[in-house]
């Protein structure tokens, strides 16, 4: 069962189901090193930082309130640029997944940001088992999904 859902509705603890749109933040350091992070329902799943938008957030406030809830990275009070790659994908939400989102959703549009940090700044998990930085072509290979891999490639 997942965390704050209802498996007799099939809607989470407000009520409301997910908005099948999300983004995906690239975090790397000036050498091009990507941190991933590892989910913790799904232990062989690497990722970048991602979430779903919530109510009428725009995809940019979206990237804020995620990279600060799974890292603790407050973007705007360290001074970083948050650069929006102007590069949406969509691809088929995992079968795993589907009760998440209303009946016959099937995709999420997905929308990629980079984020450029220092790699001493502390990493404070809050949804993740573990973190690591990894060299361009390593992230490509342990990231999950091919969206994020081929994000990894085009815009780090």
Known sequence: MVKGHSQ????????RYKRAESVLVLI????????LLQRDDDP????SVTGT??????PTE?????????????????????VDCRHTSQYEIRERWLHRYPP???FN???????SVERTDHIKLTEHLAFG???KEEAIKKAWSDSNKQAIEKFV
Do not use: N
């Open 109 to 115: 549009t997905e929308y990629c940001f980079a984020l």
């Open 8 to 15: 007799q509705t099939g809607t989470f603890k407000d009520g």
């Open 62 to 82: 979206t990237a804020l309130r995620e990279v600060f809830e799974e890292t603790g990275i407050d973007i705007q009070a360290k001074g970083y640029q948050l």
């Open 104 to 106: 016959g959703t099937k």
């Open 53 to 58: 938008m919530e109510g009428d957030e725009t």
């Open 133 to 135: 930085w990894y060299s």
């Open 44 to 47: 062989l799943f690497w990722q």
């Open 28 to 35: 790397h350091d000036k050498d091009q090193h990507v941190l």
